[in-house]
């Protein structure tokens, strides 16, 4: 790809893009900044970087309009955008090595139930069990491995990865992506205490449905409803080893963190971001645009959209701050205490 | 399903099962309380669902002996119990959609070793893996893409749900559930530290037992012992991604939340509730039914039955709770401390 | 084995192995010190442990030179040793019974892709799945059900357990070994956020990189990079549940404990040894042979060698300890608070 033709492409996504310097050169790979060589494109989003524009090798920069370059290399050329980081993000596209998952069709050793319903150009993967009744759409890749119990309804153009589990009855929309490992659909942990101290397992007869655009990553868990669904929202993207409990409701565009747990019958709203490794108590609910710290602890329903919540049990970020600031100097006031102390005697024996 | 017919099978397992108003009518569906439709079932064992009685358009509602129901909507009828919740979740299974993990049988593409043992009415399901010498017990359902290594033994009227594996030697009880994805057996994470800082693997020569009635959730992990067995009890039930390390002993009916993490050779007592995330240090021993909140780590042993434990390191509840509220005045101690040293400046004046 | 051919064996590895007592007893088992019986050898290599050579069984046991054993029974013989824990680590490896995770040669049920190389010796299990382009080394056991996606490359004598994932591109060294149910090289949680609050996926170009000698648990993740490698050094074992994220490198010889989470672009240097569940935020770094207390939370770089690190947010070990020490002395300070400011109303009376 020539400089040029970058320059064409990204005018798709952007009103102006602005080139200062040549633009025959040509491109074969994106690189990080400080270790792209000639011949290679990287960016610049960030002012922290903005140092290693003196030294780059890169052929090409991507930069914001307000950056002067001209006091930079002659031997690089640059694109002027107005969001260089997703500049890019759209320019590797063009560089990836195309995946194979599987390949088109549906494979010798994949096993397909009965009434299945296949869109067109799917791909099933070696080994792929599609259970009875199951409809999957059109261009959609069902990795090897990967099994759908009965009644699953997968979306188009979603890609399962190698061994991904759906239990009977889940919904799944349209571009979803669900990485390997994964398990959607499993019964949700409800047992009935018996006064004898066991538990009667409660039956677990809900779905999940998630929605379109949602990017599941590995080895997360999404339990079924008790009753009615479990309910990912559109565009909501959820880190590996997730546990999303049964009944919980996750906003549109929300993004969940690794290890992140949501205990059951909990709802997030829409855009909010949720920390690594934090915790939710069970039936709350957070309004839209929340952010939570990683490893939080939240025990309660926070219903002012926008905040920010951090710590066990959780707060606002603002007083959380405060808090921890205060409890840090506890030492100090320790040693002001015994001061006081001192002088109180002292007085006294006046 | 008939009013008076579920009137009658809830008398299998309740002495009273008092009906107040009409007798007949077809029920066909459970649902909650709040979004409940004519002709479905529906129950209240919680004083805060009480005020849904008397809008309800559920045909037939489950409650306790103790609540007066003619005052609420002619069109509902009531059965009265001891216990609404337990008489629900029996009343649940009854509506429940057979699910099919594996048709009875062994399905073609599944691959059976030497010397298996196959109890009457085993299900296989596709591609499942048995080891050589396993031994599958009645009415058992192995899901597709299970694999259990060698010389694994499973009970009678088990589910091993799709993508389960079992490595050698693990012993299954009777009526044991586990979810897709879950890992029994693998090696215990020991390693003998070496002088140039390297580290030698221990060999880990145990195995897994797990008791009857037991159910593990998804992508949970269960090590083998290093040496003799690391045992769940009969009754226990533990959530989606828990870690449970080589040599530990959960007791019967002790029930773990998602999560939670319980290093080697910790020694849970019977009945007792880890709340999800939380997490234990090794060689330590809680006795019977303490409960642990959602997130503490627990550093020592415990050894008073019963009580609740919180915080981290964590204490008993009532201990953590006093202290954690102390925290919450360090921001009014600080005050006071100013105020004070304000003070004894004047009186030290005059 | 007899006790002299332990001797000997021992021999090969110890400097000095000093026998005590009878040479000819055979051993059949290892066995804990607290439950050896006859014919069976243990150790001791704990202060602890002493009190049960008094009482043991055992006909054999493993001690330091230092122990004076002639005051303990007649019928148990010692070895003595400079390291009886790391001595009875290789005698275990005698007694294990050999695991076959996969026979020898291609399981009939195998599906290879084109252009796979495979070395002399290798096992591949029944249904594992070896993509395009492929290369397997010698004696490498691919276990049952686990899948390479194409252009994976696996080094000499490793072991993948069973229903392992490696994504296209994943470099793996020799004598690696991989626990079920983990997932390497999926793609990093990495997304652009759009105006309308939605986002984008950036593409995940790089791979992973996994280092000789590692050991990885059960259902772990490790998130190829976004460019470049995610890399895994020598000899660095990591526990089951543990999730990488893109671009983390971590040092030869690291330990990371079940149920840890390192975010994306952090670098944890060697020999460091992080406890469960303690969590990174990400484009952090620590230094060399740093522990890190279970459930910590790191939120920046610490650079000193050798240092511990513990709480939330984490700070070396000492005043970590020491802060927590002052907070539990919060009651006290109350105390002497109030006391005082009684005394200061009394003084300012008179």
Known sequence: MTIKEIQSYLGQFFDSVELEGESDGLISAPAKIESAQKGEVSFVANEKYVKYLSTTEASLVIVHHSVA?????????????SDPYTAFVFLLKKFVIPRVVAAKGIAPTAVIGEGVTLGEGVSVG??????????????????????????????????????????????????VVIHSGSVIGADGFGFAPQRDGSYVKIPQMGIVEIGDDVEIGANATIDRATMGSTV????????????????????EDTVIAAQAGISGSVTLGRQCVIGGQAG??????????????????????FLQPGIALRGYPAQPM???LKYEASLRHIGAMKAKLDHLEGEMIELAKK
């Open 69 to 81: 370059v001209d006091e930079f290399s002659h031997t690089t050329s640059f694109l002027k955008v």
């Open 318 to 320: 603002r007083d959380q």
């Open 126 to 175: 070696a080994c792929a069990v599609i259970g009875d009744r199951c409809s999957i759409g059109c261009n959609t890749v069902i990795g090897p491995h990967t099994v759908l119990l009965h009644d699953v309804s997968v979306g188009d153009d979603c890609t399962l990865f190698p061994s991904v589990t759906c239990y009977d009855g889940t919904i799944i929309g349209n571009r």
């Open 280 to 301: 939710f108590a069970g039936h709350l609910e957070l309004a839209d645009r929340i952010q939570v710290a990683a490893q939080a602890g939240i025990s309660k329903s």
């Open 232 to 251: 990912i929202g559109r565009g909501a993207k959820i880190d590996n080893l997730v546990q999303i409990a049964h009944n919980c409701r996750i906003g």
